[in-house]
């Protein structure tokens, strides 16, 4: 089974979303246990552009963040993947079954993303996951409706890899990742979970070496294999120790510094748990601003 989106973008498309929303679609269409290959048309507009079609088809005068149009007439009780003869309706010529359309307002989706603290593109993610339940037949006007509706959304967008992750996850991620520690030299074993703004969770552990200087913290692990990936931009990191309490060293202070000075350093051992802002752990930081000074100097 193949689920797909075809986005249309009214203005420049959102750099690293279609993949994202590509993905989502596809655990979406999964977790509801759809059988047949499937897409929804998607319309990225603006405020205007959703305000319009809620006046058309809703008689609402307003702009709102996403609006559902489902070409299968399905319902909380019956939503499609309990109902596959209604999926068959309308074929391409690929023979791929047409889900219905979603508009969404990028304005609305960046004021949400502002207000959350994430990304825009994960933003985007929950918008089109939300889109899409509603076209598979889930509502929220009933409560019961509602959770069923907000626990198939939570399934689909952990799998994308965007989901909600909350503090005791994110040590429970560093303390998984402490168990590949490689610390034959100071049998002190480190891990971390780095989370990035667009909702993915970057583990990394202690790489120690016989020439005792080459060896890497945890902290700079997961944060180097983050770079490396393409996030930039983190909310929080959680690092798990067994023996002792560890803040991070002065290197990766700094090394985290460089891309999140309000980064949230939650450090936990045993059942002992504690938090700060690297602000906090670092006063006084120097950081790209600074360290630009002296290039911007020279010209
Ligand atoms: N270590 C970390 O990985 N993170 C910290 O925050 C403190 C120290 C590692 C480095 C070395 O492998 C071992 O712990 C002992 O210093």
Same mark, same amino acid.
């Given at each position: 089974?193949?689920a797909?989106? /075809?986005?249309d973008?009214?203005?420049?498309?959102?750099? #690293?979303?279609?993949?994202?929303?590509?993905?989502?679609?596809?655990?979406?269409?999964?977790? %509801?246990?759809?059988?047949?290959?499937? =897409?929804?048309?998607?319309?990225?507009? /603006?405020?205007?552009?959703?305000?319009?079609?809620?006046?058309?088809?809703?008689q609402?005068?307003?702009? !709102?963040? +996403?609006?559902s149009?489902?070409?299968?007439?399905?319902?909380?009780?019956?939503t499609l993947?309990?109902?596959?003869?209604?999926?068959?309706? *309308?074929?391409?010529? !690929?023979? @791929?079954? &047409?889900?219905?359309d979603?508009?969404?307002s990028?304005?609305?989706?960046?004021e949400q993303?502002? %207000?959350?603290?994430?990304?825009?593109?994960?933003?985007l993610? =929950?918008? !089109?996951?939300?889109?899409? &339940?509603?076209?598979?037949g889930y509502?929220?006007? @009933?409560?019961? /409706?509602? %959770?069923?509706?907000?626990?198939?959304?939570?399934?689909?967008l952990?799998?994308?890899? +965007?989901? @909600?992750?909350?503090? %005791? *996850?994110?040590?429970q991620?560093?303390? $998984?990742?402490?168990?590949?520690? =490689?610390?034959p030299?100071?049998?002190?074993?480190?891990?971390?979970?780095?989370?990035?703004?667009?909702?993915? +969770?970057?583990r990394?552990?202690?790489?120690e070496?016989?020439? =005792?200087?080459?060896?890497?913290?945890?902290?700079?692990?997961?944060?180097?294999?983050?770079?490396?990936?393409?996030? @930039?931009? &983190?909310?929080?990191?959680?690092?798990? !120790?067994?023996?002792?309490?560890?803040?991070?060293?002065?290197?990766?202070?700094?090394?985290?510094?460089?891309?999140?000075?309000?980064?949230r350093?939650? +450090?936990?051992? #045993?059942?002992?748990?504690? *938090?700060a802002l690297?602000?906090?752990?670092?006063?006084?930081?120097f #950081?790209?601003? $600074?360290?630009?000074?002296?290039?911007?100097?020279k010209?």
């Amino acid at each position: 089974m193949r689920a797909e989106l /075809d986005i249309d973008w009214e203005e420049e498309p959102i750099e #690293g979303a279609e993949a994202l929303l590509q993905k989502t679609v596809q655990c979406c269409a999964e977790a %509801e246990g759809l059988a047949e290959n499937v =897409y929804a048309q998607v319309r990225m507009t /603006d405020n205007e552009g959703i305000r319009q079609i809620n006046r058309e088809y809703r008689q609402i005068d307003r702009a !709102t963040d +996403v609006l559902s149009f489902p070409s299968a007439d399905c319902h909380p009780d019956d939503t499609l993947g309990n109902c596959p003869g209604k999926l068959r309706q *309308e074929r391409d010529e !690929t023979g @791929r079954c &047409f889900l219905g359309d979603i508009m969404i307002s990028l304005p609305k989706a960046r004021e949400q993303a502002e %207000e959350y603290g994430h990304s825009l593109q994960r933003e985007l993610a =929950y918008l !089109t996951a939300h889109a899409l &339940f509603h076209l598979m037949g889930y509502d929220h006007m @009933r409560e019961e /409706d509602k %959770e069923r509706m907000r626990a198939m959304e939570e399934k689909a967008l952990n799998k994308a890899g +965007v989901g @909600r992750v909350t503090d %005791e *996850e994110l040590i429970q991620i560093a303390r $998984e990742a402490m168990r590949f520690s =490689y610390s034959p030299y100071s049998h002190f074993k480190v891990g971390a979970a780095l989370l990035a703004k667009d909702g993915r +969770v970057f583990r990394g552990c202690n790489v120690e070496n016989a020439s =005792y200087g080459v060896s890497n913290c945890a902290e700079r692990t997961a944060l180097f294999k983050a770079v490396s990936e393409g996030a @930039r931009e &983190f909310t929080a990191i959680a690092i798990a !120790t067994e023996k002792a309490m560890a803040w991070p060293c002065g290197i990766c202070r700094q090394a985290l510094y460089e891309f999140a000075p309000e980064l949230r350093v939650i +450090v936990a051992c #045993g059942d002992q748990k504690e *938090e700060a802002l690297l602000s906090q752990l670092i006063p006084h930081g120097f #950081g790209p601003a $600074e360290g630009m000074l002296n290039i911007l100097g020279k010209e």
